[in-house]
């Protein structure tokens, strides 16, 4: 392997394999990196469907190995310190890599540190979460086991991935409830440190009279700070309309955990993060053009980065493009023109066999892909996201054609 590439990837991920793959068309793979220690890839939207046995959680893991472009080098380390102004990253090893221009792909990082008593409950004392892997078996058992009493979800403040895969896991919850018998017996919450259940109006209208028809309570404004696993309560700080903040305790019999997330700490300690604002820590790119603020050689893809879009795998299938396009014009000194829309996509799980497919970019903007009420929950948005979606992405966007 060279310690010198022409265009260094930081991460493979969604972001960092869809970026390789189109690159490797477009220059010599020889010229390409891509760093990341992980030996498996993840197809992350299947584990809501897999927290509620609709499918195993099986079906959304590959080796990393098979998505690697041929030819590309892959360096399997991760990345340990970041150093822009010299070009040049530095891996757990130690070993220094320097480039002539970068792509940072490094997702984000589950904050769990944020919610004492959360990770030490995990898979047991009625804490379960569809944000790990190895939890999302733990996740199934436990709402097929359940026997009645409070069920908690929680939404944490955002920026997260998959802003809407927490009431997606209570949609089926509740579906899975209904069917054991136990849903009279059964209280549920969803509880959101937001001031709406969607931060986009007009689904966040659809998804009130969801909760509204499923006899489900939402506490708006209720942000989960701590669990006492061993008593089963969980307390949360709860925001007033008028601005003032309280401690409130909440028992539960069940309660499905989303953390804060943030940024990785090898990137929010860097000089390519935000210093201030709303974005702050995450890593600072034009919210259009999608590259670095500071420094002109750098772009950025996915959930990494800090721009006020929802992260999802279809804003990163938009940003592709855009982050190829704009790094080649940047290699031959032509003007950076390709432009991303904040598009983003959330397939909203109401139950099975039925999706609201939320479809929109900054500021709210709709963007629809299919001339129908986007609000409206449909069978065939469900057969797009459990069957069509996995194979797009898996054969599409991974290898470089969608």
């Known amino acids: 392997m060279n310690a010198h590439y022409k265009v260094l990837i930081l991460g493979a991920g969604t972001g960092g394999i869809s970026v390789a793959a189109r690159l490797a068309k477009k220059l010599s793979p020889t010229d390409l990196a891509i760093i990341d220690p992980a030996q498996k890839h993840y197809y992350q939207p299947l584990w809501t469907l897999s927290g509620a046995g609709v499918v195993p959680k099986q079906e959304s893991e590959r080796n990393q190995i098979d998505f690697i472009p041929p030819g590309v080098d892959w360096i ?11 070009n040049e990253v530095e891996t757990d ?17 589950l904050a769990w540190e944020k919610i004492p008593g959360a990770k030490e409950s995990l898979g047991k004392n009625g804490v379960c979460t569809i944000y790990e892997y190895d939890q999302v078996d733990k996740t199934e058992e436990m709402l097929r086991s359940f026997s009645g009493g409070t069920a908690v979800f929680t939404m944490p403040p955002v920026p997260i991935k998959c802003a809407g895969a927490p009431q997606k896991i209570m949609y089926l919850a509740d579906e899975i409830f209904r069917n054991n018998g136990v849903r009279n017996q059964s209280k549920l919450f969803f509880a959101t440190a937001g001031k709406a259940i969607f931060g986009v109006p007009v689904f966040a209208e659809a998804l009130t009279k969801v909760v509204q028809r499923k006899k489900i309570d939402l506490l708006t404004q209720y942000q989960l700070i701590s669990i006492d ?5 969980a307390v949360f700080r709860v925001t007033e309309a008028s601005g003032q903040a309280s401690d409130q305790e909440l028992k539960y019999d069940l309660i499905h955990v989303v953390p804060p997330m943030t940024a990785p700490t090898v990137v929010s300690e860097s000089e390519l993060a935000e210093k201030e604002g709303d974005q702050k820590g995450w890593l600072s790119v034009d919210k259009f053009t999608l ?9 950025g893809i996915g959930d990494v980065t800090g721009v006020p879009n929802s992260k999802t795998g279809a804003a990163i299938r938009k940003q592709a493009p855009v982050v190829v396009e704009n790094l080649l014009s940047a290699m031959t000194q032509k003007p950076i023109a390709a432009h991303y829309d904040g598009y983003s996509s959330c397939p909203l799980v109401t139950e099975v066999g039925k999706v609201i497919l939320a479809e929109f970019g900054y500021d709210g903007k709709l963007l629809p892909s299919f001339p129908v009420n986007p609000a409206k929950e449909r ?4 057969f797009l996201k459990r069957y069509l979606l996995p194979k797009l992405y898996w054969y599409g966007m991974l290898r470089g054609l969608l």
């Open 291 to 299: 590259q670095h603020k500071l420094f002109p050689n750098v772009f």
């Open 76 to 86: 399997q380390e991760g990345v340990a310190r970041l150093i822009p102004q010299a």
């Open 93 to 109: 090893s130690g070993k220094k890599i320097t480039y002539d221009f970068m792509i940072v792909a490094l997702g984000l990082r």
């Open 229 to 233: 696993g061993l008593n089963k309560k």
């Open 379 to 382: 069978r065939s948005m469900w």
